[in-house]
């Protein structure tokens, strides 16, 4: 079965250091990956989406690279603020579904300290 | 900016009971989703909804489960008969669609589910 792994359940920072949030995947490639944050009580907000011929995609203080070698995401949030404080989810198509059926890892707990 | 709508924000119900969840997708939207998240879990794919029927469903879809877009706006999820395992966060979810299927998602602010 295809599987998303977001193995570090929580992560603690420094306010103004980089956060980097590691989503491992299972089994075949997916077309792309999908980064969400979600606060507490809250439905997931999208972030990010790269594509498996991606290596890089940048939105304003936040990166994600796709390697497909080591079948892995990384997400940086880069000069972190307490208002990044959230759990951040990484999501990948089912494969062979029909129009983009999310499965999602259990998400990263970060915690950006003042 | 449009946003997914869902109502009631929690729904307290007696074991075996029917519930009804609504949810107002993003109008120009065309692929509509549920999901749930169980407190604690991940949150878990269950139907998707497409041309005014189901394209996929999970394993947690079972005879129990419905969707429903009964007009223009609404999208709706209804369980039948409740059971206790059913307590969760429900999350409606809409996509454009386009060129390209696999767009963002939208999620909804969620229905808690309580089963008593």
Known sequence: SQKI????????????????????Y?????????????????GPVFLLLIRENEKEKRKE????TFDTTLKQSLFHITASQPA??????????????????????????LSVKP | ????????SHQVTQMGQEVILRCV????HLYFYWYRQILGQKVEFLVSFYNNEIS?????????FSVERPDGSNFTLKIRSTKLEDSAMYFCASSGGGAEAYNEQ???????????
């Open chain 1, 5 to 24: 792994e977001q193995n570090s359940e929580a992560l603690n920072i420094q306010e103004g250091k980089t956060a980097t949030l590691t989503c491992n």
């Open chain 1, 84 to 109: 990044d404080s959230a759990t951040y989810l990484c999501a990948r198509a089912n494969y062979g579904g029909s129009q983009g059926n999310l499965i999602f890892g259990k998400g990263t707990k």
């Open chain 1, 26 to 42: 299972t089994n075949y490639s997916p077309a792309y990956l999908q980064w969400y944050r979600q606060d507490p009580g809250r």
């Open chain 1, 61 to 64: 203080r936040l990166k994600v």
């Open chain 2, 25 to 28: 997708p993003i109008s120009n």
């Open chain 2, 1 to 8: 900016e449009p946003e997914v709508t869902q109502t009631p």
């Open chain 2, 106 to 116: 939208f999620f909804g602010p969620g229905t808690r589910l309580t089963v008593l």
């Open chain 2, 56 to 64: 996929e469903k999970s394993e947690i879809f079972d005879d129990q």
